[in-house]
Antibody, heavy 125, light 108 residues
Framework: EVQLVVSGGGLEKPGRSLRLSCIVS????????MSWFRQAPGKGLEWVGF??????????EYAASVKDRFTISRDDSKSVAYLQMNSLKTEDTAVYYC????????????????WGQGTLVTVSS | DIQMTQSPSSLSASVGDRVTITCRAS??????LAWYQQKPGKAPKVLLY???RLASGVPSRFSGSGSATGYTLTISNLQPEDFATYYC??????????FGQGTRLEIK
């Protein structure tokens, strides 16, 4: 059974940092891209970014709203994906989800087929 | 960025009804379109990908169609568990994956 468990959310002040983890099981982690999404309270879904699988150099792409502040990484030996969030802003307040990409490359062929439960990040002074 | 315009934003229907939700892309997305269902407090769940391919375990009353810039999700014979919010997503542009604004399907 495929499972994704997200952790690391909480309350943080503007300008500070937070790291989310997504621990997966039930599939060969290194064969898939991993994506992060977020959903502000009462709002729709927003793509944050993804990291490709090892066959594609584990390169990452980011939404413009988080580029240069957020970094996605992965540790295939532990089956974990990370979202490092720096220079947090109040508008980063959201539930953050990790999801498995349907391919390793995510080159126009990559929807999200399994999702974790989400973790709430609140950025407030 | 590719903009996804989804309509309607909300919809009321009864059990047994057939409903259609539309999504229009600001440019061609070569059928790289998925539909997700989200219930309150839960993660989204993929229903369809590549426009019309049913995800594993999804009932056949869900169907998708469309091409180029216009796509639809149709739910036939609505069931009580189908009342939720639905999102379209384009994944054609890997540098900017975008969603529609969502359609809230409510019980009439």
């Amino acid at each position: 059974e495929v499972q994704l468990v997200v952790s690391g959310g909480g309350l943080e002040k503007p300008g500070r940092s937070l790291r989310l983890s997504c621990i997966v099981s039930g599939f060969t982690f290194g064969d898939y891209a991993m994506s992060w999404f977020r959903q502000a309270p009462g709002k729709g879904l927003e793509w944050v970014g993804f990291i490709r699988g090892k066959d594609y150099g584990e390169t990452a792409e980011y939404a413009a709203s988080v580029k240069d502040r957020f970094t996605i990484s992965r540790d295939d030996s532990k089956s974990v994906a990370y979202l490092q969030m720096n220079s947090l802003k109040t508008e980063d307040t959201a539930v953050y989800y990790c999801a498995r990409g349907s391919s390793s490359h995510c080159g126009g062929d990559c929807y999200s087929d399994y999702w974790g439960q989400g973790t709430l990040v609140t950025v407030s002074s | 960025d590719i903009q996804m315009t989804q309509s309607p934003s909300s919809l009321s229907a009864s059990v047994g009804d057939r409903v259609t939700i539309t999504c229009r892309a600001s440019q061609g997305i070569s059928n790289s379109l998925a539909w997700y269902q989200q219930k309150p407090g839960k993660a989204p769940k993929v229903l369809l990908y590549a426009v019309s391919r049913l995800a594993s375990g999804v009932p056949s009353r869900f169907s998708g169609s469309g091409s180029a810039t216009g796509y639809t999700l149709t739910i036939s014979n609505l069931q009580p568990e189908d009342f939720a919010t639905y999102y379209c997503q384009q994944y054609y542009s890997p540098l900017s994956i975008t969603f529609g604004q969502g359609t809230r399907l409510e019980i009439k």
